[in-house]
């Protein structure tokens, strides 16, 4: 098992940026595949993007697609979400997720894929 804590969150204009950080306890997080995922409130939890434990494999949302950039450094065990051109529909919690699934290169979008979750950043997007 491995503990997560996610950073970075915060408060930003529309069309801005964050980065956000996850930051693994153990040394097994290069193990596993990670993902990130929201919750807006009243919503269900969604998937926003994925990485596969070697880095050769990466999935997004639509709705993040071509603004938001998953990546992680398994030395330093951390994976990062890269969030641009930021939109008030972006406003939720984010939740970074492990997934005991190891398979090389290969990524889950799935939500029930992840057994490890931290507790999440609060992402505000204002207009």
């Known amino acids: 098992q491995v503990q997560l804590v996610e950073s970075g969150g915060g408060l930003v204009q529309a069309g801005g940026s964050l980065r956000l950080s996850c930051a693994a306890s153990e040394r097994s997080f290069s193990w596993y595949p990670m993902g990130w995922f929201r919750q807006a409130p009243g919503k269900e939890r969604e998937f926003v993007a994925a990485?596969?434990?070697?880095?050769?494999?990466?999935a997004y949302a639509d709705s993040v697609k071509g603004r938001f950039a998953i990546s992680r450094d398994n030395v330093e065990n951390t994976v990062s979400l890269q969030m641009n051109s930021l939109k008030p529909e972006d406003t939720a919690v984010y939740y970074c997720a492990a997934s005991p699934r190891y398979s090389g290169n290969s990524y889950y979008t799935g939500l029930n894929e992840y057994a490890y979750w931290g507790q999440g950043t609060q992402v505000t997007v204002s207009s």
């Open positions: 990485i596969s434990s070697s880095d050769g494999g990466r």
